[in-house]
């Protein structure tokens, strides 16, 4: 999935990425949040969320200034993999800590909360969302404002999470999201894509497998994944 992401944010990621390639740094052994700076709500906040680790990072101007454990989604309920936008503050029932941090996600209902679970945290246990400490997401929400861009990244395969799954109707999520924008570049109209598996998709993925010799099918399989022309890197 391409993203258009600001000028800042680009200069954050190409940094990050010179350092652990020259150093051959793990990504997670390079970051250590600063304590120099003094945080105020609504400065130049930037949120980082690495699913592989459970570990949120807080960027203020390029630099981490805190540092989160958090909870991620299960395999059947992963995370959206993606950049994003906090578009809601909320505060919520105890369930979720008294604090929602809501995402502009196309296809469903995200965001960063609370739990009444903490030893959830560090694990994939969420329904999609960001679980944190109550703690924590209380000064989360008391920093950041509305606009505040989110990065959630999980895995080596990017929107695939931890590799291609057996896509069906009804399936949401940012590896749907790829495939529908993958069939309107390659003449397969779907509709505009909202990462969710519904009619349109299902006439399109018909169209492709019919044009490419496949086994008519609702389910997306890791073979028609690579004949659209995604890969898999191991």
């Known amino acids: ?72 989604g299960k395999k059947e309920t992963p995370s959206p993999i993606g950049l994003w936008k906090v578009v809601n503050k909320a505060n919520w029932g105890e369930g979720f800590g008294g604090y929602w941090l809501g995402l502009n996600v196309p296809w ?10 903490p030893g959830s945290i560090g694990q994939n246990s969420s329904h999609g969302c960001i679980r944190m400490r109550n703690d924590n997401v209380r000064e989360l929400y008391r920093l950041v404002s509305f606009g505040t861009e989110v990065l959630i990244i999980n895995g080596s395969f990017g929107v695939f999470g931890k590799g291609f799954r057996n896509i069906n109707p009804g399936a949401r999520g940012a590896d749907v999201f790829a495939v529908q924008k993958k069939l309107n570049q390659l003449g397969y109209k779907c509709g505009r894509p909202d990462g969710i598996y519904g009619e349109n998709m299902k006439r399109s993925i018909f169209k492709f497998q019919e044009d490419h010799g496949l086994p008519l099918s609702n389910t997306i399989t890791k073979t028609m994944l690579e004949k659209m022309g995604f890969i898999e890197f191991e």
């Open 108 to 117: 469903g209902r995200y965001g960063l909360h609370g739990t009444l679970k």
């Open 1 to 72: 999935m391409i993203y258009i992401i600001k000028k800042r944010t680009f200069v954050i990621l190409c940094t990050l990425l010179c350092i652990l390639l020259v150093f051959q740094i793990p990504f997670y052994h390079m970051i250590h949040a600063s304590v120099s700076k003094e945080l105020k709500p609504g400065l130049n906040y930037m949120i980082l969320v690495d699913c592989e680790i459970h570990t949120l990072y807080l960027f203020l101007d390029g630099e981490v200034v805190k540092k989160y454990s958090v909870a991620c």
